[in-house]
């Protein structure tokens, strides 16, 4: 497969043009190289040069794809529940049971899930058509947040798991949050300052060049959050697998290294030691108390805002 063209990036944190090059990370799913940049006005790290945004989806349909799109290993699920309970209990908390608490990217619907079963009101929002929504019960919305973003999102609560570190203008997103009146976001994006991150290099398993594209640390999420008009309120920060997961992406640089043709079946490991997998799982559980792997943020609009989005 050729490589797709990639376009230079500004800071997705703050706009700014001037950065330095950090390492080369390599696509663990394909055999392209992206490099890393960190900006020099605010230390933000981010993908660049990358693919644009309508070149993206080709990178979600390598094979390791639909693992990722299926259900995980019962004990992933289980533990995946306990902290969403968890971790969403200062949203709740903060939110009558009819404001509308909007799930932007929300996968296979497991936390719209959760909130449907706790009484509250709430909306699914993914790229993909409604007739693919499985949840019927649940309020849909499809919504492309690398598109023009011009309907107004219709919550007073946002939830965006794992979603601001895959767009390309996170703060184009959050800019058009606070423009939609969206009191509280609950965000999880993984820590780039986590020890791991120096201590894998270029495998930790969090880069997921170009699938990730922005690299938040504690300080460019409050940064970046503060300028588009949300203040943080409360943190329930947590360790997710990073040593499963980085031994995975590891073995599969290596393995996309080799010429394997174009038939290639994925190889034995790709089933034990996928993110979903059982021993990752356990790794996850052991670590969640004691590292810091997945920011887990609440901000509240406060209507200071830096920039017009
Ligand atoms: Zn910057």
């Known amino acids: ?9 500004s800071c997705p944190i703050c706009g700014s043009r001037t950065c330095e090059h950090v390492m080369e990370l390599p696509d663990h799913q394909g055999t392209e190289v992206f490099g890393l940049s960190r900006c020099v006005a ?17 990178y979600y349909e390598t094979f390791a794809g639909p693992t990722m799109h299926n259900p995980g290993h019962p004990v992933f699920d289980w533990l995946r529940g306990v902290a969403i309970r968890r971790e969403l209990s200062p949203l709740l908390k903060r939110l009558a049971d009819a404001a509308v608490i909007a799930d932007v990217g929300a996968g296979d619907g497991q936390v719209v899930s959760f909130l449907h079963q706790q009484g509250r009101a709430c909306l699914a929002c993914e790229t993909f058509p409604e007739v693919e929504w499985r949840l019927k019960e649940i309020p ?7 598109g023009p973003l011009t309907t107004m999102l219709p919550a ?43 201590l894998f ?43 499963v997961t980085s031994l995975y992406r590891a073995r599969m640089i290596r393995w996309m290294r080799q010429d394997h043709g174009p038939s290639a079946r994925s190889p034995w490991w790709n089933v034990l030691l996928h993110p979903k997998s059982l021993p990752a799982a356990i790794s996850s559980a052991l670590w969640a108390p004691l590292a810091s792997t997945a920011l887990c943020r609440l901000f509240e609009l406060s209507g200071d805002a830096a920039f017009e989005g």
Request: charged residues 20%.
């Open 1 to 9: 497969m050729a490589p797709s063209p990639v376009v230079e990036r």
């Open 42 to 58: 605010c230390d933000g790290l981010f993908l660049n040069p990358a693919p644009p945004a309508e070149a993206m989806a080709r």
């Open 140 to 146: 849909y919305c499809q919504i492309d947040l690398n």
């Open 156 to 198: 007073e609560g946002a939830i965006l798991r794992h979603v601001l570190e895959h767009v390309h203008e996170p703060a184009r997103v959050l800019a058009w949050l606070r423009r939609s009146g969206v009191r509280y976001l609950f965000v999880v994006v993984p820590n780039a300052s986590s020890p791991f991150a120096r």
């Open 201 to 243: 290099g270029q495998y930790w398993a969090h880069w997921d060049p170009p699938r990730h594209l922005t690299f938040f640390t504690p300080e460019s999420l409050r940064l970046v959050a503060e300028r588009n008009g949300y203040r943080e309120v409360a943190m329930c920060d947590h360790g997710i697998d990073e040593f």
